[in-house]
């Protein structure tokens, strides 16, 4: 009841300068100015703490000086003046630790994560964060955990990694609600509501808003109220409602004003700039747009001028004025990549998954103004950015001079090219705005497609993707999941008739594995059938670019995928005459150009070459969760003859435990694993392959496991089911592959589904045979293809394995 309040402190002020009482007159100073804050009235409570400020000094009262340099942070940072808060903050941190004041020292500390969050310095905030949950742990002050842990969800929120930060919302919740906190619980309610909106679940998200709001105009919190309305208006915004949301944050836009919040008027006034876009009335969208993002460069917002960067690019794009779009996407990709240093490599991967339209639409309007080279510079630079930056920090670690990466020119994506003495194939995914009724959405638009020869030769190719969309349920990924089902009965229902490596027939969808009581011939005739969508997915990749590929069937084609096309069984492709892709040619994948220099760079390192070759099949298999892994002969014979082939004694059965197989990884030149592989698609880190349990480990080894270890292989094959498969995202995918390669290993063998066992033994024999012989893993691989080919005729029995990175 702030009008009480501040009514009963002004009368306290007047009778302590009355009595000149300094000390009471710089605490009544001080608890207006609070009062002031809460109300939005900035400048007052400024003024309020100012006098404060003062007197504490004259008194030399660290206490008094410290809470009032302390809540003068809390005006300028929602003045978004960053740079004062910042240093008010830092001046009250340095006095509440000198008086060992732990409780001052933990808000401080939250509130400098709060201040770095909005300069876009996550990595930072995060720590400061960390640091005063346990502060307030220690404590036992549910106050300032439900408050850091709300600090937190917002730092994970803005990273894109949404399941982490509702769960960090909701313990905040909780402690809010059982303090009887109104004021936490609205802001964490608020912040719950921006996890369900950035997940496009607008019912949810508007429910959690109204409740903010609702707090929020109780207690009279016009900042709170602001951000309130301004979010209503977007969901209604992204539900196509335009009327409604205008009006929202025309309330929203008003209450700040009044304030003099800033930050809440920047970002109403985007979000007014996007109603306008939608509407087509571009003039009055660009001023909102303008207005907005000077504000954000005044607070050193660097996220919201991105984002204002980006309305501004697709208006003029919308105008076809494509060099000034131009213009406003690479200013935009400059700001959001300042938000990347400091990251770990999983936040990097999730703060880019928010930004890759942006390098999206920058290609579209470089290709709109013919600039077809620097489209393809931009579509290398918007890949895989955190794995090149993570190879780059491995290379480091074994060098005297750093090694630093920027993104690749035209001249050193030619140089990549003629190093690998192979022509690449790169594509990239395009999206567009589009108004879908009421509602804006992306929509797959076009592939783009570059083949880059050995020669430094580029040429452009585009394919169109509208068609697809136009049949129902239509789209590239779909019809890549129906080219990966090889077999169209299966496919009606989503389901995958295969052979697995336990050497049973299996029916597997969506929800996992079941028995499938076929007889044999049955299943046989079911795979017999034509792939239609092979041939699809040939007329969309492949016709566009086939007069530029290579004649000769040994040299080598590298794919560098895109999104979706990371699923694409390539050497199974078909052409009109039904001749597979593999019998032409010779195939790699990548995911990026840049990748491939790396790769190369790592082969190069390797000074010291292992002489260990490790060997492992079936392992004495773990349980996991509640299920007993089924044992895999197959993969056991594999393993025997793999190992006379190369003169090694494999590890078998109860040898085969995790320990002891980590431990021989590290000095082997060749890593062979036959055994159950899995991937996770939420927690890609967590993906794994089953080795024998011993001692306290549960016998699976994870992708997190692997991205810790530093190898020196020259080559791992994981004879294993999924194990190129993972979180697909803007920086390729996310799982065992990456893992290895990162670990230090250039080439890799992985499989893109569950392989059979009787196929995949017989292929990995020819493989290695066929390596030994001519030291070219991708040709060994292409050869063995082939020839299981002849033996077992269904893709889905050999074309499974894709070779990553380097072929010799």
Known sequence: EYAQAEQSYHQSLEIRRQLEDKAGEGNALLSLGNVYSYLGE????????????????????????????????????????YAQAEQSYHQSLEIRRQLEDKAGEGNTLNNLGNVYHSLGEYAKAEQYYRQSLEISRQRGSKAG?????????????????????????????????QLGNKEGEGNTLLNLGNVYYFLGQYAQAEQFYRQSLEIRQQLGNKEGEVMALNNLGNVYYFLGQYAQAEQYCRQSLEISLQIGDKVGESSTLSNLGNIYR??????????????????????????????NLIGLGVVYNSLGEYAQAEQFYRQSIEVQEQL??????????????????????LQTVLIAQNKLDAALEISER?????????????????????VTVTPPNLREIQQIAAAQQATIVQYSYI???????????????ELYIWVIKPTGEITFRRTDLKPLGQEEGGSLAKAIADARCFDNFACLNNITVSQSREGSTEVRSAGGLFNYQAQDEQVSSVYQQENRELKQLYQLLIDPIADLLPTNPSERVIFVPHNALFLVPFPALQDGQGQYLIEKHTILTAPSIQVLGLTRDQKQAQTAVNSEVLIVGNPTMPVVGTAQLTALPGAELEAREIGQLLNVTPLIGATATKASVVQKMQSSRIIHLATHGSFDPNIPLDSWLALTPSGADNGLLTAAEIFGLNLNAELVVLSACDTGRGKITGDGVIGLSRSFISAGVPSVLVSLWKVPDDSTAL????????????????????QAMLTTMQQYPNPVDWAAFTLMGEAE
């Open 42 to 81: 900035y400048a007052q409570a400024e003024q309020s703490y100012h006098q404060s400020l003062e007197i504490s000094r004259q008194l030399a009262d660290k206490v008094g000086e410290g809470n009032t340099l302390y809540n003068l942070g809390n005006v300028y940072r929602s003045l978004g003046e």
């Open 145 to 177: 955990e439900g408050n850091t842990l709300n600090g937190l969800g917002n730092v994970y929120g803005s990273l894109g990694e949404y399941t982490q930060a509702e769960q960090y919302y909701r313990q905040s919740l909780e402690i809010s609600r």
């Open 278 to 307: 939608s509407l087509g009335e571009y003039a009055q969208a660009e001023q909102f747009y303008r207005q907005s993002l000077e504000i954000t460069r005044q607070l050193g917002d660097k996220a919201g001028e991105g984002n």
């Open 340 to 361: 990347r240093p400091g990251l770990t490599d999983e936040q990097k991967i999730s703060l880019f998954e928010q930004q890759k339209s942006t390098y999206e639409f």
């Open 382 to 402: 918007g890949r895989a950015r955190a794995f090149v930056e993570l190879l780059a920090d491995r290379l480091s670690d074994n060098r005297e001079t750093p």
């Open 431 to 445: 999206r567009e705005p589009f108004t879908f009724g009421n509602m804006e959405r992306l929509w797959e638009s």
């Open 763 to 782: 292929l990995m024999r020819e493989f290695y045979q066929l390596w030994e012989e001519s030291g070219d893993k991708a040709q060994a691989l292409r």
